[in-house]
């Protein structure tokens, strides 16, 4: 299974913005057909949750609490899925991660998004 570079955390106060990205090592249009993408998050409260994620039809769904505020797309040129992340809050704050959707896929080093109230 392909393993995954996050990038694009960082600080950020309440109400603002980020946009993180995800570059696959080949054809990210391949590695959507074979397996999908999620974006997951873990939090100093909560296990590590998936957020948002893309099948490979190319269904796009949200968790609950990031829907409305968060949108995944994709640079195919750039072999490249990023999470556009809107009105940020502090329950937002953690390290995000971005993994094909395979059980044994391997986790990248992730990404830390911390929001500031």
């Known amino acids: 299974q392909v393993k995954l570079v996050e990038s694009g955390g960082g600080l950020v106060q309440a109400g603002g913005s980020l946009r993180l990205s995800c570059v696959a090592p080949?054809?990210?249009?391949?590695?959507?057909?074979?397996?999908?993408l999620g974006w997951y998050r873990q939090t100093p409260r909560k296990q590590r949750e998936l957020v948002a994620y893309?099948?490979?039809?190319?269904?796009?769904d949200y968790s609950d609490s990031v829907k409305g505020r968060f949108t995944i797309s994709t640079d195919y040129d750039k072999n490249t899925v990023y999470l556009q992340m809107n009105s940020l809050q502090a329950e937002d704050t953690g390290v995000y991660y971005c993994?094909?959707?395979?059980?044994?896929?391997?986790w990248g080093q992730g990404t830390q998004v911390t929001v500031s109230s």
């Open positions: 993994r094909v959707l395979a059980d044994s896929a391997p």
């Open positions: 080949r054809s990210i249009s391949s590695v959507l057909s074979m397996d999908g």
């Open positions: 893309i099948t490979t039809s190319g269904y796009i």
